[in-house]
């Protein structure tokens, strides 16, 4: 996920893209504010650890674009402060139960509340921020919007399930992978658009074409971050090479070259991906690399933008539109340093 | 928990509500049908640990509280059904999370979802069955019904935080120890009664009536189960003496005889919960029954009772009221017999 963080840095880096980011500055701002100010809604024996979590050195980046597709799609309005705040609280929520799942130490630099306080209680509470996101969730006046944001919720933590659950499988295949993604990290980026156009009341073809560019930009975030995987990337918060593969999570450029191969290399891979040592899974990542699987991901990668690009086309033509185009954009040009 | 499922037995073998409980077994079947059936409105890659989930041979007690508040403020319509549901769901969650929290393998006679596929799976699914209930529960017309919903589920939530946070915490008070379980096990009770009532539009008074009713009895079954802990109980399901102490969990029993200690007592209590043996712990739940611990909690857990039956008083005369009065009756005679 961490992906994302890096890639705003070059979008605001954009001259022609700052003004509108400046725009929603303010609604960023109070949105943060407000997520502070949820701690006051818990038990005062359990608000330092609610704290903690919501202190998260997060970029916000569902909260941002709630507030560009509001703008894109007429304007945002208190109601989309709150779905903002009710999106990045279920984030939230997800990001510690996967710390758990991952044994993460840090996260951003800070250590992970499970690494603080222990699985028991960071089970516990990722579950009370997933019931607070629902109560608040539980405010809008339209049931629609609760009940997709729930089913939103939904959806990511059963793509985290298919996703345990297929570790190791060896049959998993380029579909079912995108299946997985599209639920664990694009039904939140997918929310996020969608309902600001349905705040907006908007017509269903631009709806629609919101909700397409968040899935199509959540999958693109994923397939990235796991293409980082075979690459590393620096600093104390990124990923080392080859941690995926070793907790049998098969990513893309792996499963491009597994589909390519004759049964006798097929056998060899999964031998490697099943038994093999650190040293033999770094070599085999270097094999994906050198077999085109990091180059057939990068074009699926940019495949996904461009349609997260297209998408926006029936939305009026304005610089909130110009902006959330700008998104995709910046990351192609992240994505571009992959080779 | 197991406490209110070993209740119900006595409640039905009395024959003068036997007929208001066969009254609601249409209903309770609808429920358990219905249950079942949300196992589809999952992804088919997880209904099988869904499945698993929600077929934990439970006794639907929360259902039962909907169903008969429901007659006892008027009478059950669909919605009410719809509030069990959603409230069983809750309750599935945690118990799915909590025996992570206990590396319990078995819940009923079955091997836990956490013992079949781990602690991650186990996460997962358990924030499955939370966002789907809070997603069920977002089809009411009315927010308030929705809201205290995923109210009651954060309670909860944060009542398992605070006792996991206070053990082995000698500071404990016993009305911190009566909040937490209020939190933990009166808030679903409470709910099932408090919005039965809700649905059918009573007065302020009736809501408050069986809201109060809910909490009472939640909090005496759960003091009640936590005195199994010194007494035991026979059978492969129940629970062993001794197991809630060995993880620093300090129940009423023993916070009373810590309350009467002289301050020498009190230090070398404290040394067998911090630093003692399983024959000296065994020891120092034998001396907490000898020195009145039990019959104290006893006499509080009557007081509930009492205050549970005595909530319904503003209630009509019905027969569904005497099934509701009936209830924490069966359970002062299951009490008595804790000595």
Redesign the interface.
């Known amino acids: 996920m961490d992906a994302i963080q890096r890639a705003f840095p070059t979008l605001t880096q954009k001259l022609d893209l700052r003004r509108q980011l400046d725009t929603i500055k303010p609604d960023l701002a109070t949105i943060e504010e407000r997520l502070r100010f949820q701690v006051q809604e ?2 005062p ?2 608000s330092g ?1 609610v704290s903690y979590a919501l202190d998260s050195n997060g970029k916000r980046i569902r909260p941002a674009l709630v507030l560009l597709a509001a703008h894109a799609s007429g304007k945002s309005t208190p109601q989309h402060i709150d779905l903002a705040i009710a999106v990045e609280l279920i984030h939230l929520a ?1 990001l510690v ?1 996967d710390d ?2 991952d044994g993460a130490s840090k996260r951003r630099g800070k250590p992970t509340a499970f690494a603080k306080w222990g ?3 960071a ?6 921020l ?3 996101a ?2 608040l ?3 809008f ?1 339209s ?1 629609e919007i ?2 997709k ?3 939103a ?2 959806e990511v ?2 793509g ?3 996703q ?2 297929r570790r190791f499988d060896l049959k998993l295949s380029i579909p079912e992978y995108i299946k997985i993604i599209s ?1 664990k990290t694009g039904a939140l980026f997918r929310v996020s658009t969608e309902l600001a156009a349905v705040l907006n009341n908007c017509r269903p073809d631009e709806i629609l074409a919101l909700r397409n560019y968040g899935d199509f930009l959540g999958i693109a975030y994923q397939i990235y971050d796991d293409c980082l995987d075979l690459v590393g990337t620096e600093g104390s918060t990124g990923k080392t090479v080859g941690t995926d593969l070793a907790k049998g999570k098969l990513t893309l450029p792996l499963l491009h070259v597994l589909a390519q191969s004759s049964p006798a290399e097929q056998e060899q891979l999964h031998n490697i991906i099943l038994h093999g040592t650190p040293e033999s899974r770094t070599e085999l990542l270097a094999q994906v690399v050198e077999r085109g699987g990091l180059k057939n991901a990068v074009r699926r990668i940019h495949s996904y933008l461009d349609q997260a690009v297209a998408a926006l086309q029936v939305l009026p033509k304005t610089g909130y539109r110009d902006t959330l185009e700008g998104i995709p954009r910046a990351v192609a040009e992240h994505v571009a340093t992959l080779g």
């Open positions: 818990f038990d024996g359990i650890y997800t139960h758990i799942m699985a028991e209680l089970v516990l509470l990722g579950d009370c997933f019931c607070h629902l109560k969730s539980s405010n006046p049931q609760s009940r944001i729930a089913e919720a939904n933590c059963s985290e399930i298919l345990t659950q639920m």
